[in-house]
Nanobody, 128 residues
Framework: QVQLVESGGGLVQPGGSLRLSCAYS????????IGWFRQAPGKEREGVSC????????YYQDSVKGRFTISRDNAKNTVYLQMNSLKPDDTDVYFC?????????????????????WGQGTQVTVSS
């Protein structure tokens, strides 16, 4: 069974840094994209950053470009989100999710929306 467990959230001051970790299991990582999502008040859940399992292509939401970096270590079955220069607007519950992107015809559909499997989330609070 697919499982994703987030960790690393917490309280940090504006301008500070935090690294989130997503430990995953139950699937072949080369067939799955993995991403980080958040849902700001009054807004729909959106992809913050996603990474492909095929070629390590990445996606970043405009609001985090230049500040956040996503990476994955398949040997450790872990995906990371390094968050720098944090702002109060970054405060949210961050969810790790996996998307079965490798189809049976061999194509890889990399996207950062409509993912299939979800973790329980980890709280990130940016406040002075």
């Amino acid at each position: 069974q697919v499982q994703l467990v987030e960790s690393g959230g917490g309280l940090v001051q504006p301008g500070g840094s935090l690294r989130l970790s997503c430990a995953y299991s139950g699937f072949t990582p080369e067939y799955y994209s993995i991403g980080w999502f958040r849902q700001a008040p009054g807004k729909e859940r959106e992809g913050v950053s996603c990474i492909s399992g095929s070629d390590d292509s990445t996606y970043y939401q405009d609001s985090v470009k230049g500040r956040f970096t996503i990476s994955r270590d398949n040997a450790k079955n872990t995906v990371y989100l390094q968050m720098n220069s944090l702002k109060p607007d970054d405060t949210d519950v961050y969810f790790c999710a996996a998307d079965r992107a490798r189809s049976y015809d061999g194509n890889y559909d990399f996207k950062c929306s409509d993912y299939d499997y979800w973790g329980q989330g980890t709280q990130v609070t940016v406040s002075s």
